[in-house]
């Protein structure tokens, strides 16, 4: 295991043990982006969302994965515990995926994050960078404070490199100097904005956030015109 402190108490694990090559399969074929954990000695299984592309997987065989500490027991033992060359049993979990549409056939993406919930949308967008795509994907992040605004020298570097992606950030419990982070939090307003510079009939959402958030903004998206089946979304408490 590879392990790299990053912020708030907070670390990335990348791991550099090849799964199974079925595993391997699964998991890079059909763009899952959620893993279980099985942690030695731990009855209790952790899911957790893959912030590293397919390809990653496909060419070297490991995943990352940002894990908050706390006292659950599975991310107890990623931060108390954990050591170079420590092997954990991995398998797909949840239902929370992405499907990239063949070439000629892409939508654009709209992807709103709150706090962890950017994890797994980290990974669409990178995925969006390596496969060339020129469809428009717009990101809106809300946190809590910039220091938890994660992933974010990554999302500019992304931004920099690619004119089709667009991050707007929000922080809802200090006032930013910087004129790039709104100090509030997402609204109905920044919604009707962001669909409106996409195309809503080739358009599909990614939500994911504490629960009372996600509610929100899903149906904030139903109130502007994009249709229930193009918003997948992930509760994370």
């Known amino acids: 295991m590879h392990v790299a402190a990053i912020d708030d108490g907070e670390v990335e694990i990348g791991d550099e043990e090849k799964t199974g090559e079925e595993e391997a399969k699964r998991i890079g074929v059909s763009r899952d982006l959620e893993v ?27 995943i990352d994965l940002a894990i908050q500490y706390s006292t659950h027991p599975p991310a107890h033992w990623m931060h108390t515990k954990c050591k170079v060359a420590d092997k954990l049993s991995i398998q797909v979990g949840g239902d929370f ?5 063949s ?28 496969a060339h795509s020129s469809r428009k994907v717009k990101l809106l992040f809300v946190a809590r404070t910039a220091s938890s605004l994660l992933f974010k020298d990554q999302l500019e570097r992304l931004c920099a490199n690619s004119d089709a992606i667009e991050v707007q950030y929000f922080v809802t419990r200090e006032v930013s100097l910087n004129p790039k982070i709104n100090s509030c939090r997402i609204t109905r307003e920044d919604l009707t904005q962001a669909v409106a510079t996409l195309d809503l009939l080739n358009l599909f959402c990614f939500v994911c956030g504490p629960p009372p958030m996600t509610d929100n903004v899903i149906q904030c998206l139903r109130d502007v015109g994009v249709p229930q089946n193009c918003i997948q979304y992930e509760k994370w408490w």
């Open 97 to 101: 995926y992405y499907y990239p549409s």
């Open 36 to 62: 279980d954990l099985h942690i030695p000695e731990e009855n209790i299984v952790g899911g957790y969302s893959i912030t590293s592309t397919p390809l990653c997987l496909q060419t070297a065989g490991t």
């Open 103 to 130: 070439p000629g056939e892409e939508r654009e993406l709209l992807l709103v994050a709150g706090g962890m919930g950017i994890n797994p949308l980290f990974s669409i967008l990178q995925h969006q960078v390596h």
